[in-house]
C-alpha cells in the first residue's frame, strides 16, 4: 500500500517536520510518498502550473490513500490535491493537530480523521485504520 502525503512546505524550516510525517507513516507499515520531498526534493521546480498539477494527478494515481494534515487550514495546494483524491474515490486520510480549528468539509470527503499533538500520536490509529482497510480488501493497487 502506498499512502500519498501531503502537508504545509513553508522551506527549510518544516523540512524536519514533512521528513518526521513521512518516517511516522512509513513505520506504520505503507510506503510513503510526498510530492515536495520525493519530485521537488523540497524546491519549487515546477514553472508551469498546469505541468505541477498533471504531475500531481500522476503520482496521486500510483498511491492508494491520501493523508492531508489540515492542521494550518489550507487554501492552495493541498485543497486541490484533496479535491483530486476524492474525485478519484481514493481515501483520504486527515490529520489535524489536536484543538486546531480546522474546515469542516474534511469531516465530508475523510474516511478517518485522526486528532494529535505530536506526529507519532498518529502511528496507532493510522495502522489500525489501515489494517481495517486492507482486511477489507479494499485496497488491491
Not at 123 to 136: D, F, G, H, W
Amino acid at each position: 500500500m502506498k499512502l500519498y502525503i501531503t502537508a504545509k512546505f513553508k522551506g527549510i524550516e518544516n523540512k524536519s517536520d514533512i521528513e518526521e510525517l513521512c518516517r511516522i507513516v512509513h513505520e506504520s507499515g505503507v510506503q510513503d510518498f510526498c510530492f515536495i520531498r520525493d519530485i521537488e526534493n523540497y524546491q519549487r521546480i515546477f514553472t508551469d502550473i498546469k505541468e505541477l498539477w498533471s504531475r500531481t494527478k500522476t503520482e496521486l494515481k500510483k498511491c492508494d490513500a491520501l493523508l492531508i494534515d489540515v492542521t494550518d487550514a489550507p487554501s492552495g495546494g493541498r485543497v486541490i490535491e484533496a479535491g483530486m483524491a476524492y474525485a478519484l474515490n481514493m481515501p483520504i486520510i486527515v490529520i489535524v493537530k489536536y484543538g486546531a480549528k480546522y474546515n469542516p468539509h474534511y469531516d465530508g470527503i475523510s474516511s478517518q480523521i485522526i486528532t494529535y499533538t505530536n506526529y507519532e500520536d498518529i502511528t496507532a490509529p493510522l495502522r489500525e485504520y489501515l489494517e481495517n482497510q486492507v482486511k477489507s480488501s479494499k485496497y488491491v493497487h
